[in-house]
């Protein structure tokens, strides 16, 4: 767990503007939090080994190099809705952020791409914050099926999620293959109505 410090992280601080110019998922970890994570400034087509590394930025620290959930203060996500702020954070290798509150539209785009938002009470997020400072190789178990927290300790935290949320997660459906399930219905409405209305598909 990788542990960033910063209330009201928005969405141009997740992945900056001039990234913003290509619609596959893939390819914007090597941007994620540019502007904080590189001291000269970048543009696509920049080779990211070839920039510079703010050594002060944690997710540059050796410690939490390897992170896959990130924990943040509130309001994480705010600002415009762009897309690709979780697309960016899941390419980077993140698949659950904690925090005691996100901005709505960023909360339900993660859910489309499979990326796990949760919601802790700022207490629990304090003690997390405290615990993940003091302990190198700091681990959080998630249990997504049980909706639980547990720390290294055993102490365990509750969350909650929508059912449906939770049955897409858990069966790792997005909007396509939730559609996709009702494949064999679609086809046989499409040749129903081809039959009766032949000229629409002239």
């Not at 002060?56 to 943040?72: I, K």
Request: proline share 6%; glycine share 6%; with cysteine.
């Amino acid at each position: 767990m990788v542990p960033l410090d910063r209330a009201n992280v928005d969405t141009d601080a997740i992945i900056p503007k001039q990234f913003l110019k290509s619609i596959k998922r893939s390819g914007f970890g090597q941007n994620l939090f540019d502007e904080w994570r590189y001291l000269d400034h970048g543009e696509p087509g920049i080779d990211p080994a070839t920039r510079k590394l703010n050594p002060e930025f944690v997710l540059n620290l050796p410690r939490y190099r390897d992170a896959r959930l990130l924990l943040a203060r509130a309001n994480f996500g705010c600002g415009s809705s762009r897309e690709h702020a979780p697309w960016a954070l899941q390419d980077y290798g993140f698949e659950v952020i904690i925090a005691p509150s996100f901005a709505d539209i960023f909360f339900n785009n993660c859910f489309k791409i499979g990326l796990l938002p949760i919601v802790l009470d700022t207490s629990q997020v304090d003690q997390l914050f405290r615990e993940v400072e003091a302990i190198e190789g700091y681990r959080l178990l998630v249990n997504l099926e049980q909706q639980s927290v547990t720390t290294p300790a055993g102490e365990s935290f509750s969350f909650d999620i929508d059912p449906f949320r939770k049955h897409s997660l858990l069966n790792g459906l997005d909007e396509i293959g939730l559609t996709l399930q009702h494949a064999d219905k679609i086809r046989a409405f499409e040749e129903k109505r081809r039959a009766e209305q032949p000229w629409l598909f002239a």
